[in-house]
């Protein structure tokens, strides 16, 4: 990991090549662990909240910041399961590559989105499709 420590991936050297695909596992494996830090943190903070408040606002206000609060965390658990197919895919040396057409993902796309599974292109393809169908 020190080895990585100043290394960043680029479009000179071969396509996810072991120092990539070790990159990005590094980088992976530290987002999951702080999203998991940050939930036990907020599962101490609500626990320790576990608090009645005699004043109807007060409460309403609590209990509207626990919902978002639950709401954030649900999508980081989404997320933490992205991450884990992201990780198995470097496993099966199938990251990097767009899923829909099988060309190499962009690897600032991948720096800025290391979980993505396709292409700019294909992802903008995707979205309009899907848009097309909310219009309808």
Known sequence: MEKLKNYRPTEKE???NERQREYFRVKLLT???EILRESKI???TLQE???NHPDLADRASSETDRAIELRARDRQRKLISKIDAALQRIEDNTYGYC???GEPISLKRLEARPIATLSVEAQE???KR???YRDE
Request: aromatic share 10%.
């Open 99 to 101: 899923e829909e057409t």
């Open 31 to 33: 987002w999951k662990d």
């Open 42 to 44: 907020t599962l101490q």
């Open 49 to 51: 909240e576990n608090v």
């Open 130 to 132: 899907e848009k097309v």
């Open 125 to 127: 393809r995707h979205e």
């Open 14 to 16: 071969p396509f996810m």
